[in-house]
T-cell receptor, first 110, second 112 residues
Framework: RKEVEQDPGPFNVPEGATVAFNCTYS??????FFWYRQDCRKEPKLLMS???SGNEDGRFTAQLNRASQYISLLIRDSKLSDSATYLC???????????FGKGTRLSVIA | DGGITQSPKYLFRKEGQNVTLSCEQN?????MYWYRQDPGQGLRLIYY???????QKGDIAEGYSVSREKKESFPLTVTSAQKNPTAFYLC???????????FGDGTRLSIL
């Protein structure tokens, strides 16, 4: 079983739609969780951290379920500029490397 | 501005040649990382360093070497032993524990 699993997509949605991405992780000792965004031929950039209580940043909402080892990202009112690959990322401890999922591709269509 | 600088942006390697990719950060981060990304694929860890003068192999270290003589710098050498070096190489650093990693803008390596 892969450490971090994501549906690869692609998700093709119209502008204004709400879209949700899910991610599962296998290591129950994981401590920190993040969503990154990667545009085509660019480096990954931090979108948001994910906290146990859930957190929101504008149109983006992230949630964590430690019992089910499950992370989600909800994007409301999708924009064309949201088209990218979204990476689910998990940290075990200390400065050990983050573990990246393979990403879910989103295309927002006019 | 604080950040991570990778150079060059594009690099071409001849058969049998070693090439070195540069990664410099002025964020005062202890930990640095090298990843490889192939088209349509996820990131794969090559090497990482948690402190100066120390580094560990990642999942795909064969054919690569690194050094960490200074906190700011973590160069990656792609040796001739790496038979399929064409990829997008990403360097990252991290400060405090449980914080996210920050990436440089990458180096694209191709074989001539």
């Amino acid at each position: 079983r892969k450490e971090v699993e994501q549906d690869p997509g692609p998700f093709n949605v119209p502008e204004g739609a709400t879209v949700a991405f899910n991610c599962t992780y296998s290591n129950s000792a994981s401590q920190s969780f993040f969503w990154y965004r990667q545009d085509c031929r660019k480096e990954p950039k931090l979108l948001m951290s994910v906290y146990s209580s859930g957190n929101e940043d504008g149109r983006f909402t992230a949630q964590l379920n430690r019992a089910s080892q499950y992370i989600s990202l909800l994007i409301r009112d999708s924009k064309l500029s949201d088209s990218a690959t979204y990476l689910c990322v998990v940290s075990h401890s200390g400065n050990t490397p983050l573990v990246f999922g393979k990403g879910t591709r989103l295309s927002v269509i006019a | 501005d604080g950040g991570i600088t990778q150079s060059p942006k594009y690099l071409f390697r001849k058969e049998g040649q070693n090439v070195t990719l540069s990664c410099e950060q002025n964020l005062n981060h202890d930990a640095m990382y090298w990843y490889r990304q192939d088209p349509g694929q996820g990131l794969r860890l090559i090497y990482y360093s948690q402190i100066v003068n120390d580094f560990q192999k990642g999942d795909i270290a064969e054919g690569y070497s690194v050094s960490r003589e200074k906190k700011e710098s973590f160069p990656l050498t792609v040796t001739s032993a790496q038979k399929n070096p064409t990829a997008f190489y990403l360097c990252a650093s991290k400060g405090q524990v449980n914080q996210p990693q920050h990436f440089g803008d990458g180096t694209r390596l191709s074989i001539l």
